[in-house]
């Protein structure tokens, strides 16, 4: 059975509508729920970001392997936290949902970190190995990201007194998410391995049967 794969024009689309979105924020006089929240420095940064794991993987797996088909729909599940955060802010949905900020800290690790393993983390054996590699690299992208927003707009803006509280809930709700990839990509991975039973089975089935 032929497996569906994600065509190259979604994750394309999904860095158009990130892109846009930020140079309306960066360069639309005017719109203030965008002010203070470092849109010039995400304008270069995430496009950035987004590409990394489509550059790597032609550096990498299409050097050696110039047969090998690009994994769109983990490309794309890499990108679409970009998009969620930018939507989220064109959409004023941070200042006028509260359970919104904590949501996407769940959901787009969730996101990202499943893209990540369908990457690089699916051959990796044992299993809970599998599982440990991902929540833990959800755990360290956790921490740069706060340390991110930190540096560019918590220290001079005007959430220093709640940053604390909300930088451990952050971390806390991104390692889960990651968590829950890690799970997600593990069980993916059991689900496509074939058992060595199933083997056999497969390939006396499908020998020429002969006759007597």
Request: hydrophobic share 50%; aromatic share 12%; with cysteine.
């Amino acid at each position: 059975m032929q497996r569906r794969t994600v065509p190259v024009w979604v994750p394309v689309l999904v860095v158009v509508l990130t892109v846009g979105q930020l140079a309306v924020a960066e360069w639309w006089p005017g719109i203030e729920r965008f002010a203070d929240k470092a849109f010039g420095a995400r304008l270069v940064a995430y496009p950035v970001m987004m590409l990394l794991a489509p550059a790597l993987w032609w550096l990498v797996v299409r050097r050696r392997d110039s047969s090998a088909r690009p994994p769109w729909g983990a490309f794309t599940l890499i990108m679409l936290p970009f998009l969620i955060d930018v939507t989220g802010n064109s959409f004023n949905l941070y200042d006028t949902i509260v359970w919104w900020d904590d949501a996407n800290h769940f959901f787009n690790w969730l996101l990202l970190l499943s893209g990540i393993g369908l990457l690089i983390g699916q051959r990796i054996r044992p299993h809970w190995a599998q599982l440990l590699m991902i929540t833990g690299a959800g755990a360290i992208l956790a921490i740069c990201w706060e340390l991110g927003e930190w540096y560019t707009f918590i220290r001079h803006g005007t959430e220093l007194d709640v940053a604390y509280q909300d930088t451990l809930g952050d971390l806390t709700l991104g390692t889960l998410g990651a968590l829950c990839a890690g799970l997600i990509v593990m069980a993916l991975s059991r689900r496509n391995e074939v058992a060595p039973d199933d083997r056999r089975t497969a390939a006396s089935t499908d020998a020429p049967r002969r006759g007597l």
